[in-house]
């Protein structure tokens, strides 16, 4: 059975722009969120407030922030840490997501600290979030394999799930960072999920399309339940440190998919595309997803 609607969240201008070598000024962003909620999105994440020497492409997030808090629609941002969270409550942010990894290389490349020391830092910032009646979501990076390690344990996922879910997360985000997983490894994972007590009803995907494979792990997860699905206007991004990262899962290929379905988005594809197609001019190069490509052409 599939879901009658799909919240999606849109990541294109944190884990898009995050990627990319030139910065994107202030206000090209900020008219890139509003447009975003032009089409019908209702989750943006705006940015991170993260150290800005470790990504310099966000370091405008205290600027660009206040310029699209009133739009209405919910703006999650990132905070590795306390001082992301201060900066990130002191000018009014309402969701927040720390951003954990199903392994050791990847914490370390990322965040400096190994695994547990990660956690051990996410711990109180969570609790302080909600203490402030925060939604907080946790990403779990490298859930389906890392370029380091080579196969990721479900166990090990299961066990960074858990503990961000015992810490207080509202929601976690199954982080496909490379792009190598495949249809039964996503079916596989939820299942595992499943039976360490964490319920399908929080869990999102955020798939990666190195391979191609996103939108058939996204159809899988939708078949076992998954209604948080994550996704890139364009097909923008990667990650800074995971070299084997391409974009995220175009927002428009998933649209198309999802309304070819019959599943509601609340999301106009038209008005997404040209958001696309006006970024990709800024960043003078074309999207490479699919749907852009042949609904700008017709
Ligand atoms: P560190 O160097 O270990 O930091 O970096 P530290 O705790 O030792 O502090 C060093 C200095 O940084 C101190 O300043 C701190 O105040 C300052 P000093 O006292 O020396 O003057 N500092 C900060 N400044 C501003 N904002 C902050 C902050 N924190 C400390 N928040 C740190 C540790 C976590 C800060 C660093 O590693 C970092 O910023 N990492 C961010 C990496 C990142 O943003 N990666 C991309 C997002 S994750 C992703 O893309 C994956 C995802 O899409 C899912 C998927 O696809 O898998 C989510
Ligand atoms: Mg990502």
Same mark, same amino acid.
């Given at each position: 059975d599939l879901p009658a609607r799909?919240?999606? #969240?849109e990541v294109g201008a944190r884990d898009g722009l995050q990627n990319e070598k030139s910065a994107v000024p202030t206000q090209?962003?900020?008219?890139?969120?509003?447009?975003?909620?032009?089409?019908?999105?209702?989750?943006?994440?705006?940015?991170?407030?993260? #150290? =800005?020497k470790w990504v310099p492409q966000l370091a405008d997030a205290e600027d660009l922030f206040p310029l699209v808090r009133d739009l209405g629609v919910d703006l999650p941002v990132l905070v590795p840490n306390q001082r992301g969270l201060d900066r990130a409550l002191a000018l009014g942010a309402e969701r927040v997501a720390v951003f954990a990894s199903a392994t050791e290389?990847?914490?370390?490349?990322?965040?400096?600290?190994?695994?547990?020391e990660s956690?051990?830092?996410?711990? =109180?910032?969570?609790?302080?979030?909600k203490d402030e009646g925060v939604h907080v979501r946790g990403y779990v990076s490298m859930c389906f394999g890392d370029p380091w390690e080579g196969a990721v344990p479900? #166990?090990?996922?299961?066990?960074?799930?858990?503990?961000?879910? @015992?810490?207080?997360? @509202?929601?976690?985000?199954?982080?496909d960072t490379i792009g190598v997983a495949t249809p039964g490894h996503v079916l596989e994972l939820l299942s595992v999920l499943n039976e360490a007590g964490v319920p399908t009803n929080v869990i999102g995907v955020h798939f990666h399309d190195t391979y191609g494979q996103a939108l058939a792990n996204?159809?899988?997860?939708?078949? #076992?339940?998954v209604t948080t699905v994550d996704a890139s206007a364009g097909g923008l991004g990667g990650c800074p440190y995971a070299k084997s990262a391409t974009g995220n899962l175009a927002t428009e290929d998933l649209v198309w998919m999802l309304h070819g379905l019959g599943i509601e988005t609340g999301v106009d594809l038209g008005r997404l595309t040209a958001t696309s197609v006006w970024m990709a001019a800024h960043l003078d190069r074309p999207s490479p997803s699919r749907t852009v490509r042949a609904l700008s052409h017709k």
């Open positions: 799909v919240r999606i #969240h090209i962003k900020a008219e890139f969120i509003r447009r975003l909620a032009g089409a019908g999105l209702t989750t943006i994440e705006a940015t991170s407030f993260v #150290h =800005p290389s990847f914490a370390k490349a990322n965040l400096n600290r190994t695994l547990d956690l051990a830092v996410f711990e =109180p910032v969570v609790r302080h979030a479900l #166990h090990q996922v299961a066990r960074v799930c858990t503990a961000l879910r @015992d810490m207080g997360c @509202d929601e976690l985000s199954l982080g996204t159809l899988a997860a939708l078949q #076992h339940g």
